[in-house]
T-cell receptor
Framework: AQSVTQPDIHITVSEGASLELRCNYSYGATPYLFWYVQSPGQGLQLLLKYFSGDTLVQGIKGFEAEFKRSQSSFNLRKPSVHWSDAAEYFCAVGAHNNDMRFGAGTRLTVKP | EPEVTQTPSHQVTQMGQEVILRCVPISNHLYFYWYRQILGQKVEFLVSFYNNEISEKSEIFDDQFSVERPDGSNFTLKIRSTKLEDSAMYFC????????????FGQGTRLTVV
């Protein structure tokens, strides 16, 4: 069965600083990987996804993520964080992109 | 842009009562899901549904839960006898057929059991 670990429960960065949110997965086959963002009281918005091919994927809002099979990781990055990026971020892994398993989430706080 | 819609946005129910959460998936989607998120916790998979039957369910999805697609457009989650610990945000999601397709989530229904 697939599983996801997000080691950082809470991260604080200054506006304009770079960001990296960590995600490690466990799955026996080639995973389908996702990053979702959730603003307070809102639903889940897909930031980006990896199915196959180029291991560096670009998403919305200036986010990107890199799939590293050797490290079982799919870290999310952004070169310059904006105050509006403050939210909860969830990494998820899917088996043949069916029934995803989510990580516990990382709450991002952006300091002015 | 098509979206998954969920009703109601917030439901309060008495412990022991039955509750039905409703979802209208995107019209050409064929895979349907329910997830739940207890306040402050991770999003947990409940069940997936395809071709009018459950394709997979988690250990959370016990006999108190059921899903149905009653009329070809709605997708419902029923909790037969609610418990306090069923209080959570419930998300519906749908996905179209084919490989390399992602699920789209609704805005969720916040269920409060009192």
């Amino acid at each position: 069965a697939q599983s996801v670990t997000q080691p950082d429960i809470h991260i604080t960065v200054s506006e304009g600083a770079s960001l990296e949110l960590r995600c490690n997965y466990s799955y026996g086959a080639t995973p389908y990987l996702f990053w979702y963002v959730q603003s307070p009281g809102q639903g889940l918005q897909l930031l980006l996804k990896y199915f196959s091919g180029d291991t560096l994927v670009q998403g919305i809002k200036g986010f990107e993520a890199e799939f590293k099979r050797s490290q079982s990781s799919f870290n999310l990055r952004k070169p310059s964080v904006h105050w509006s990026d403050a939210a909860e971020y969830f990494c998820a892994v899917g088996a043949h992109n069916n029934d995803m398993r989510f990580g516990a989430g990382t709450r991002l706080t952006v300091k002015p | 842009e098509p979206e998954v819609t969920q009703t109601p946005s917030h439901q309060v129910t008495q412990m022991g009562q039955e509750v039905i959460l409703r979802c209208v998936p995107i019209s050409n989607h064929l895979y349907f899901y329910w997830y739940r998120q207890i306040l402050g916790q991770k999003v947990e998979f409940l069940v997936s549904f395809y071709n009018n039957e459950i394709s997979e369910k988690s250990e959370i999805f016990d006999d108190q839960f059921s899903v149905e697609r009653p009329d070809g457009s709605n997708f419902t989650l029923k909790i037969r006898s609610t418990k306090l610990e069923d209080s959570a945000m419930y998300f519906c999601a749908s996905r179209r057929q084919g490989m390399n397709t992602e699920a789209f989530f609704g805005q969720g229904t916040r269920l409060t059991v009192v």
